[in-house]
């Protein structure tokens, strides 16, 4: 690995750490050089999920576009990145370990839905606003009686 500071690569592993239920691991470097530490990710490489969108055509999945989902509908809410994190991760684990290759955008929402309602039910009713597209004021009503229930 090289050093981010000085480019060399001479550098010893300080500290290891299991992150994601194993998908990544989080090393901590010194360099030899220049003795500056830095931290470097190692993901472990997935088999290719293709999301199947509602026109039909397929996309390569992309964590990041969850993420920025679930940002837009926790603004200004209390709701840290640390939760946000974790919710894009388990969505994440839960679509590689069901093992499809290819999967519905109906279903990563839905998915992204079940978790968003038990972190925050004013983020979920957001994306859910969005996700399902909402047409009028009554579709609102009928997601918030559904919360109350």
Known sequence: ???PFCKHDNDRVIDTRAMENGFLIRRRRSCG???RRFTTYERLEEFDIRV???DLSRQPFEPEKIRRGIE???WKRPVS???IELL???IETELYVDGETEIECQA???LVLKR???VDEVAYVRFASVYRDFANVEDFFRVIESIRD
Do not use: D
Request: with cysteine.
């Open 88 to 90: 894009v991760q388990e």
């Open 116 to 118: 968003l309602y038990s």
């Open 1 to 3: 690995m090289r050093c």
């Open 52 to 54: 199947i969108k509602r």
């Open 108 to 110: 990563i929402g839905e």
């Open 81 to 83: 990145s640390e939760q």
């Open 33 to 35: 050089s220049c003795r």
């Open 72 to 74: 837009r509908a926790c």
